[in-house]
């Protein structure tokens, strides 16, 4: 256990919880406006993956994938909530049997689409290889990935704290019926946000899909992820999904190095920790 | 109420007398059908009489599977050391999710049971020394009961899981109609009402998940006799949610239309996946159609506006 077992381990842990940030970022968003428990929220990832990579294909063009798989799935989005969940407003049970409804029609769309090998999206050369800083050898596909969640992150938190949408997204947040009462259309809010959520879990397949590759059964293999994530952090809240992403990443990676067989346990031991202390999760409001 | 037991019990007679004349895949599917449906009666308690929508009820039937599956091959255990162990684990792990879930309200509960029910799976995934992950634990034995009938026959094993489904119904059916149960309903249409009225809502809720945990435990020690295989699909989210949709299909609340969702699943599935190889897009389409088309399910359809 030397210092650079520490310190590789810890930027593994933070780059997958970067990764993990995006992914959870959309959840905790959907969550938030329209109180859905995404169940195919996975899937936009697992998706996204599979339409950059055939962007990539066509094109060459890594840039393209991350901005086709986000739009594409975007779409996908806004057509599931505006045709199917709109319909289930407050009914948890109906909601979570739907999404996971089509959870498994996408799962087996993309079996018929892209067939059951795992394949990896090409990165560009500049984000090949490793950066040696001090000795220690960084990979910089990772190093892209933490920056690109801080871009990210940073455009989310100005774009709700600081803009007029943003207040629109929050009061719709805060209370959906007297946002409607003071004229915000909270309908068109919900598609908007629930376009958004998607994006950046498609957004975040693509990035994923350049070292995590992308498999039949990652949407599955991500999802519980995404939700160690917002139940930590808390439903709903920005600060939480970043705070939670990092402590989720972190746990895993060691967990991972540390205790291969009890690797899950290592994750969800202190979820249920912080929910014995703090049932809405470490910034959630109830 | 007297129409409900004249249906189940009428049910469970015909399948007595068609059994000996099915072929043997019908038959083994029917057991399937059996086993699956103590389990999705159980999470029934929960989500149709409590109100609480667990999604991570496979893990105590898989617990309990495992349990059988482990002690059955590798240190040759009988039916009985098998059943005890397998009941116990289940409720212990109930009774310690419970006290992390029970807390939580709504969306929260859900996300936690299916948090929690991911513990299991990781576990059953990872924890190779023990559950032999990703492989699973092959040759698990028929028990042996002490009965003049083989129960690797197709038909007494049949007959022994009907034996086991009658059981659970019965005692469930008691359960729901008793004092307690009543409260459960009480609790799932107001909680604070229920609180005001002083009821311990907490202790009954905590009660109704562990209870409900024990029978998933049941079904699952029968489903490891009966697949002769544990792996960690017993315990993945998938099998949890499809309880969640069994229980759904046949109308929350209704024990009967449990044992229907069971049914219609497991023979759809496996009708269907003969058929074609589609048939995750079929499944999936089902579950969009029950909260389309038939949000109460299809007992709650055929009882009308009554409730």
Redesign the interface.
């Known amino acids: 256990m030397t210092a650079e077992f520490w310190i590789s381990q810890a930027f593994n842990g933070l780059s997958y919880g970067a990764l993990l940030f995006l992914l959870a970022s959309g959840l905790s968003l959907i969550f938030g406006v329209m109180r859905i428990v995404n169940l195919a929220h996975g899937s936009y990832f697992m998706l996204g993956g599979y339409v950059g990579l055939s962007i990539v294909w066509r094109t060459g063009s890594y840039v393209l994938a991350l901005l086709g798989g986000a739009l594409a799935l975007a779409l996908i989005g806004m057509v599931m909530q505006r045709v199917f969940l709109q319909r289930l407003p407050g009914q948890t049970l109906g909601q979570v049997l739907m999404t996971i409804g089509f959870a498994l029609i996408f799962q087996d769309l993309a079996l018929l689409i892209w067939g059951g090998d795992p394949y990896s999206i090409p990165v560009p050369p500049p984000l090949q290889g490793v950066l040696t800083i001090g000795g220690l050898r960084f990979s910089r596909y990772r190093i892209f990935i933490v920056a690109v969640a801080i871009v990210v992150g940073a455009l989310l938190w100005l774009a709700l704290d600081r803009t007029r949408t943003g207040a629109i997204i929050r009061a719709a947040v805060d209370d959906a019926e007297m946002a409607g009462g003071v004229g915000i259309h909270v309908p068109r809010v919900s598609l908007a946000v629930f376009a958004l959520g998607a994006a950046l879990a498609a957004f975040g397949g693509v990035i994923g899909g350049g070292f995590l590759g992308v498999y039949p059964g990652a949407d599955f293999e991500v999802l519980p992820y995404a939700f160690v994530v917002i139940i930590v952090g808390g439903l709903g809240s920005l600060p939480g999904a970043m705070v939670g992403s990092v402590l989720v990443g972190l746990l895993d990676n060691f967990g991972k190095a540390l205790f291969p067989e009890l690797s899950y346990f290592t994750l969800f031991a202190p979820m249920a920790l912080i929910l014995a202390l703090r049932p809405t999760g470490l910034f959630g409001r109830v | 109420m007297r129409r409900s037991i004249v249906v189940g019990v009428g049910g469970v007679v015909l399948t007595m007398v068609v059994a000996p004349w099915l072929p043997p895949y019908p038959l083994t599917l029917l057991t399937q059908a059996v086993i699956v449906a103590i389990l999705a009666m159980s999470l029934d308690v929960l989500?149709g009489y409590t109100g609480l929508?667990s999604?991570g009820h496979a893990a105590y039937f898989g617990v309990a599977a495992y349990a059988v599956g482990i002690l059955s091959t590798q240190y040759q255990r009988g039916f009985v050391t098998c059943l005890v162990v397998g009941l116990v684990l289940a409720t212990a792990t109930a009774a310690f999710f419970g006290l992390?879930a029970i807390?939580?309200v709504?969306?929260?509960f859900?996300?936690?049971t299916?948090?929690?029910g991911?513990?299991v799976?990781?576990?059953a995934?990872?924890?190779?020394?023990m559950t032999k992950g990703d492989n699973g634990i092959a040759g698990v034995p028929r028990p042996e009961l002490g009965l003049p009938w083989s129960m690797w026959n197709p038909l007494p094993f049949f007959y022994f899981s009907l034996a086991a489904l009658v059981l659970s119904w019965a005692l469930l059916a008691l359960l729901v109609r008793s004092p307690f149960g009543l409260t459960l309903k009480g609790i799932r249409e107001s909680e604070t009402r229920m609180r005001a009225l002083g009821y311990n809502v907490w202790l009954h809720k905590y009660l109704a998940f562990v209870l409900s945990g024990i029978f998933a435990g049941f079904a699952g020690v029968l489903w490891a006799y009966y697949n002769g295989f544990v792996s960690p699909v017993d315990v993945?989210?998938?099998t949890s949610?499809e309880t969640?949709?069994m229980v759904?299909l046949g109308g929350?609340g209704t024990l009967a239309g449990s044992v229907l969702g069971a049914g219609v699943i497991v023979f759809l599935k496996n009708f269907v996946s003969v058929y074609t190889k589609?048939w995750?897009?079929i499944?999936?389409?089902?579950?969009?159609g029950?909260?389309?088309f038939a949000?109460r399910g299809i007992v709650g359809a055929f009882r009308g506006e009554q409730r």
């Open positions: 989500l929508a999604l992390l807390r939580a709504g969306t929260y859900l996300m936690i299916l948090a929690l991911m513990v799976w990781g576990l995934f990872r924890w190779v020394s993945q989210l998938v949610v969640l949709l759904a929350p589609r995750l897009l499944l999936g389409a089902v579950y969009i029950v909260n389309l949000p």
